[in-house]
């Protein structure tokens, strides 16, 4: 129950944090959204590192193409689509850079709740692995996982609503 609970927690914290995000960088850089070949999803893990490392159109424009990519993609090989996705972030970077003037405090912000969704995203998978360890050790548990269209999310929460299920036997 405690895992589920602080699962649902920080999912509503990050949810906050992640709108919170969208609407600073949304006042400067709306075009940065506009890509949705490169960000489908607001919490993607190269727009968040995107903006953890070069926060602002200033910064990105700055820190040129193979900054970018590494910052983007560190961990896998920067080729093809990943490339040309950094390159357009540069370049309409570049294009804004001039105009956008973006305060040292609104970076300095968007940093953070960058790094901080980055630290919430890492968090909800190491609890949701909890979660499955602790299914899979109760009975019922394991029965509800074996169900077609149940996850982890799922039984846990039925398991954290129904409380001790021993009580009906």
Do not use: C
């Not at 602002?56 to 040309?84: D, F, I, N, Q, W």
């Not at 692995?129 to 929460?157: C, K, N, P, S, Y």
């Amino acid at each position: 129950q405690d895992t589920f609970r602080s699962f649902e927690v920080l999912t509503k914290a990050k949810v906050a944090s992640e709108l919170q995000l969208v609407g600073l960088v949304r006042e400067y850089w709306p075009e940065l959204f506009l890509d949705k070949e490169a960000f489908k999803k607001t919490d993607t893990p190269a727009l968040l590192k995107l903006l953890a490392s070069y926060p602002t159109p200033e910064t990105v424009a700055e820190a040129g193409l193979a900054k970018v990519a590494h910052a983007m993609y560190a961990s896998a090989p920067v080729g093809g689509k990943r490339r040309e996705r950094a390159a357009r972030m540069v370049k309409q970077a570049r294009k804004l850079a001039p105009v956008a003037k973006t305060s040292a405090a609104k970076g300095v912000l968007i940093q953070a709740l960058a790094r901080n969704l980055i630290g919430q995203i890492q968090t909800l998978k190491e609890l949701e692995g909890q979660m499955d360890a602790q299914l899979r050790e109760h009975v019922f548990g394991r029965w509800l996982l074996a169900q077609e269209g149940i996850g982890v999310r799922t039984a846990a929460g039925f398991m954290a609503e129904a409380g001790d299920l021993n009580r009906f036997q």
